[in-house]
């Protein structure tokens, strides 16, 4: 009888640490702050994504707030986070910083970023007690890589907070099986860049929103008359893509959009 007690407490013990490792270390990470364009909202355009054990990466696109507050959230409904080491750590340039796991809202240490711009945010957390969080600022002329669904999404992602004219290739052909997509460009951020699929397609995307418009890879693309020219080229829509909106054109772009200048080669 004591043997199965001591078997039922360690079972409980176990599942009490394995919880709290997946709360530590959860499939997506969620920067928010008033330090950020997506403001203190966990969820949609500020996912960093998992993309190894305990490696997180995503573009932060930062505002240059006076006084504002970035932190990283584990999940989207707030609680555990990653924050700063002492409330009020500055961010002032690209480079390394530490990072520290706070749970349950024990502290609620916050960095304090002076930097403004686009930034590839790496959050690293395999070693215990020397975690870090590295920023690269992101240079406008630069291709983004687009290999595998994180990166696609990692890529919409950036333009939704307010990049639309980032550029991007594919260098691989990316299957959609099983996953969630928020279109390329929206209201108040129409892509406007150079997309190159490099001949490679995006098959398997489904998209079942018969109630809304802009539905597609590319949800809104172009701009006003003055604005800068959308370019979509070599890029292959897959036979397999099942998308429904109010309107859509082959999976690419929704026929709704009247871009001054779009170009698709």
Not at 66 to 73: S, V
Not at 147 to 166: H, W
């Amino acid at each position: 009888m004591k043997m199965k007690k001591f078997l039922f407490l360690t079972l409980i013990l176990f599942a009490i640490g394995m919880r709290g490792w997946a709360e530590q270390y959860p499939d997506k990470l969620y920067a928010v702050g008033n330090a950020t364009s997506t403001g203190w909202t966990a969820g949609g355009n500020n996912i960093l994504y998992k993309i190894a054990d305990k490696q997180y990466k995503g573009f932060v696109t930062f505002t240059g707030t006076a006084d504002g507050e970035l932190k990283f959230l584990c999940q989207a409904d707030w609680g555990d986070m990653w924050g700063a080491n002492n409330n009020g750590d500055g961010i002032s340039a690209a480079g390394s910083y530490t990072i520290a796991y706070h749970s349950g809202g024990e502290h609620d240490n916050k960095f304090k970023p002076t930097i403004s711009g686009l930034y590839l945010v790496t959050v690293d957390l395999t070693t215990e007690g020397s975690e870090t969080i590295a920023l690269e600022a992101w240079n406008s002329s630069s291709y983004y890589e687009i290999g595998n669904v994180i990166q696609l999404n990692t890529f919409a992602s950036a333009v939704n907070q307010g990049n639309p004219g980032m550029k991007g290739k594919l260098t691989a052909d990316i299957d959609m099986t099983n996953e969630d997509w928020t279109p390329i460009g929206g209201d108040g951020h129409k892509y406007c860049g150079t997309f190159d699929g490099q001949g490679h397609m995006i098959d398997h995307l489904v998209l079942d929103n018969s109630g809304y418009d802009s539905q597609g890879i590319f949800g809104q693309v172009g701009g006003s008359i003055d604005a800068d020219e959308c370019i979509i080229k070599n890029l292959i829509a897959g036979p397999n893509n099942n998308i429904k909106g109010v309107l859509h054109r082959n999976g690419v772009i929704p026929a709704s959009c009247r871009a001054s200048r779009r170009s698709l080669k």
